[in-house]
């Protein structure tokens, strides 16, 4: 199929005074070539060949437009370089050029050169380009990523003599000898994967420069043309550097890669390299996906991508250890037993002909790589034995007891995490257990889970294994302490590997996720017992985050509830650390000092419960008295004397004693010491010392319109609210209490800044506070469900309780508070919860004379919130 016109695009005059015509006969010759191979691109023809295509269609406006501005004896060539060079064009790609030439050549005719490039942007060919003579390319390619564009230059307006002299001029005896060059692309590499996490499992992966993305290839392959002088990793198969199977698997991945990639610039209509969730399903449908019971189509082909990146990545990690061996020698081998040895830090099967098919050997080489911590990592020819087996692992269920039991060996035996996540990595988990296979690389389309699943789950297992490291993390309080009770800790990185592993199937994932782990505990000869324990954890794993952050553990029934589904400490044990490990491992945002309090007064409320019987629950009047107790101890430390403590309790409300912790509540009694009658106070600290969770008190005389007037505050201030506590006090008082964490970048941590912003919000009128004007972040907006208002009663609180699901937003908790007070409502109790783009907050509400709301005001109340959450609504505009 022809894709440029064969006859010369314009018939435009020859001289400057013509080249507005010419480029617009180009531009549009080109714009009808891409159409060509746009609509090629939807029937799915190989994305090699479409590139490829472009590469040529630009070729044939290049050259015309080369010979319309540069006369024949000028002295000058023309190269492609870069993706250009490399003779493929994505659709919005800059076309890089180089102009190599004398000095002199340059210089006479630098308004010819100047023409041309105009030229080409005119004609809608943005050229990126260097105008250099063959010693000045010597001279620039000193640094290495200029290097790499010369060395991939193609002609495409130059004879053989210019050829020739510019592969002179950076040959590696003037510039960058192979090694040298392999070690500082080497360096840019793990660089750039740094710069990324590490990982190609992010929620917006870029295609281009991300880890296992096209830009990892073309690195491979610049190795390879400088250190072999070939231009494709194909041909180092004939070299013996490169498997068959490993060069098919890097052509397969490539073209996976470069299709979406192809796609995205069609989408974006752009050079885009990043997968935004601003293409993503528009992206999916023109590859084809489509959304069916189990997945949606954009999770179809993240997963797809996600899968493509780990095998490039895992060739390419083989690849560059064999380079490295390349340049620096095969290492004597050192034993480590069991028939294997360490070449240069990497572990090696002594037998060349390793695994022969046998599992167990392939359990071996973990045993042994667990227990020698030297290795570096898998050497290349045995990590290659490996991966020629891959296919041909057993699923657990198919193999002897005795390979069973080697598996559970590995995880009882030490780094069972870095275990895991190496056989992970390396493909052995998925064969071994075919639903994790199900779901590596599996995305879930929200903003909630930043990770896919499975590397979600190696991350909880990686938060599980510091709780077992010899020193206690900060961020998790209390795990350092209750590991040591568990009886088996394996038991809890089982019910880790599988808590999420139902993930995509339909139904309840918790639910088929234990029935998993079920089978698989009793197939790998567990006894009831640690099987009950380990379906258990996975069947009830979201239940202690769900109470912790939907529920009102100060109170009574709820924890007893919680206490009679766990049962036993030593299940609450586990739970707690699994919890722990899987919203810290959910995302890097989602851990935060406040959750980690939260959780911990959880496990201890309920261990009490345990402890006195469920039977027997402690009455509200004992528990507020044990509580007065706690906190007066605390005082005394403080240097507080009895009659000073037993003044400041009679000023504080009895239900404070119990919703908050004996720390707390001594932190607020010492604090309103010298407060006066009348009085307002503001008091911040941070929840932890070296946390920026905040710890937000106020006290003052009751007013319509204070919990709007101080969540306002907190959102021009750039704080999110996690949890609010709003008591009444004696004599017309307020007592309430945030927790609080920087929400966006203008929340500056300066508690005292925060706490006089605040005295100043309330000294004036209340009323003139509006909501702050927000942007709605650009994820956000793709992430909109219809919000769900409930309105119901509180029981024998005589209360009305407001319960709001809807898509967050900033400002969303101000412009809810703005309402409540348009309204002339009072919130007695709020409870904050955000899960991703999802907020789900709930309100315990009066009208103003502390009575629940009538019907009336019902209807009024929801109609206003309903007028808030209005998607086109801008944030912060009135209600």
């Known amino acids: 199929m022809t894709v440029v016109p064969a006859s010369p695009v314009p018939d435009a005059p020859a001289g400057p005074a013509g080249d507005g015509e010419w480029a617009a006969i180009a531009r549009q010759s080109l714009e009808h070539a891409d159409a060509r191979l746009f609509r090629r691109f939807d029937q799915a023809d190989p994305i090699e060949r479409l590139l490829a295509l472009r590469a040529r269609a630009v070729d044939h406006l290049m050259k015309l437009a080369w010979q319309r501005c540069i006369p024949a004896d000028a002295g000058l060539s023309l190269f492609a370089v870069g993706g250009y060079g490399r003779g493929e064009l994505f659709p919005y790609s800059d076309v890089d050029l180089l102009v190599l030439g004398e000095s002199h050549c340059q210089r006479q005719h630098e308004d010819a050169l100047a023409r041309l490039f105009a030229l080409l942007w005119d004609s809608g060919m943005p050229a990126s380009h260097a105008v250099r003579s063959a010693a000045q390319c010597t001279e620039a390619a000193a640094d290495q990523t200029v290097l790499t564009a010369l060395i991939e230059a193609r002609p495409v307006v130059a004879g053989v003599a210019a050829q020739r002299a510019l592969a002179q001029a950076v040959l590696p005896v003037r510039v960058w000898p192979a090694r040298d060059y392999f070690l500082a692309k080497r360096e840019e590499l793990l660089a750039r994967h740094q710069r990324f996490g590490d990982t190609a499992d992010n929620l917006e992966p870029d295609l281009k420069d991300g880890p296992g993305g096209l830009r990892d290839l073309n690195t491979l392959g610049w190795m390879a043309l400088r250190s ?497 506590r709003v008591l009444d006090g004696p004599q017309g008082t307020i007592f309430d209490t945030f927790e609080v964490t920087p929400a966006d970048v203008f929340a500056d941590g300066d508690t005292a800044a925060l706490e006089a912003a605040l005295r100043r919000a309330l000294a004036g009128d209340l009323n003139r506070l509006r909501p702050a004007r927000r942007v709605m972040p650009r994820q956000l907006r793709h992430f909109k469900f219809a919000p769900r208002i409930e309105i119901s009663d509180a029981g024998e609180a005589r209360r009305t309780v407001l319960t709001l699901i809807a898509p967050d937003r900033p400002g969303l908790l101000a412009d809810v508070a703005y309402v409540l007070r348009d309204q002339r409502l009072r919130v007695q109790d709020a409870r904050i919860a955000t899960f991703g783009e999802r907020a789900e907050d709930q309100f315990q509400l009066t009208d103003r004379h502390d009575r629940p709301l009538v019907e009336a005001s019902r209807q009024a109340l929801r109609a206003a919130l309903t007028a808030c959450l209005d998607p086109e609504k801008k944030p912060g505009d009135p209600h």
Request: charged share 25%; glycine share 8%.
């Open 228 to 724: 072999f002088g070939v231009s494709d990793v194909e041909a180092l198969v004939g070299l013996g550097h490169l498997g068959i199977d490993e060069a098919a698997a890097l052509k397969r991945e490539r073209a996976v890669l470069a299709r979406l990639r192809f796609g995205l610039h069609l989408v974006a209509q752009r050079a885009e390299e990043r997968l935004r969730f601003d293409y993503q399903k528009a992206l999916a449908e023109r590859m084809g996906f489509v959304d069916d019971g189990e997945s949606l189509a954009v999770e179809k082909m993240m997963q797809g991508f996600y899968r493509s990146a780990a095998v490039v990545r895992r060739v390419s990690d083989r690849l560059l250890q064999r380079f490295e061996e390349q340049f620096d020698g095969e290492a004597l081998p050192e034993p480590v037993g069991d028939g294997f040895s360490l070449r240069r830090g990497y572990l090696s099967a002594d037998d060349p002909q390793w695994p022969h098919g046998d599992v167990s050997r392939i359990f071996a080489l973990f045993a042994c790589w667990a227990r020698t911590p030297a290795v570096r990592g898998l050497h290349s020819l045995t990590a290659r034995g490996l991966a020629e087996m891959l296919d041909e692992i057993p699923a657990y269920g198919e193999v002897a007891q005795a390979v069973r039991e080697q598996f559970i060996a590995l995880m009882r035996g030490p780094q069972a995490v870095e275990t895991v996540a190496r056989m992970a990595r390396l493909g052995v988990l998925g064969q071994w257990i075919p639903a994790f296979a199900q779901v590596s690389g599996r995305m879930q389309f929200d903003l909630f889970h930043v990770y896919t699943v499975d590397q979600h789950t190696l991350m909880v297992l990686r938060n599980i294994g510091t709780f077992a490291g010899a020193r206690a993390n900060d961020r998790f309080s209390i795990a350092h302490e209750v590991w040591p009770r568990l009886r088996k800790p394996e038991l809890l990185l089982l019910a880790g590997l599988f808590h999420d592993i139902a993930k995509g199937r339909g139904g309840d994932h918790s639910e088929l996720g234990a029935d998993d782990a079920r089978q698989f505990c009793l197939a790998h000869g567990l006894g009831a017992s640690d099987t009950g324990l380990v379906t258990w954890l996975v069947a009830q794993h979201l239940r202690m985050s769900i109470t912790a952050q939907k529920q009102d553990i100060a109170d009574p029934d709820v924890i007893h509830a919680f206490a009679r589904l766990v049962g036993t400490r030593d299940r609450l044990d586990y739970l707690y650390l699994l919890t722990c490990a899987d919203i810290a491992g959910t995302s890097p945002k989602l851990w935060n000092a406040w959750k980690d309090r939260l959780l911990a007064d959880l496990f201890f409320a309920t261990r009490r419960a345990l402890r006195e019987g469920l039977e027997h629950p402690v009455p509200e009047a004992e528990r507020v008295q044990e509580a007065r107790d706690s906190v007066r101890e605390h005082m005394r430390a403080a240097g507080y004397d009895d009659a000073t403590i037993e003044r400041q309790f009679a000023t504080m409300p009895d239900e404070g004693f119990v919703r908050f912790r004996p720390e707390q509540q001594a932190w607020q009694a010492a604090a309103l010491v010298e407060v006066r009658p009348g009085e307002t106070l503001v008091k911040v600290r941070r929840i932890t010392a070296d946390g920026n969770a905040l710890e937000v008190f106020v006290h003052s005389p009751d007013r319509d319109g204070l919990f709007a007037a101080i969540v306002m505050t907190l959102d021009r201030k750039g704080y999110g609210i996690h949890r609010a």
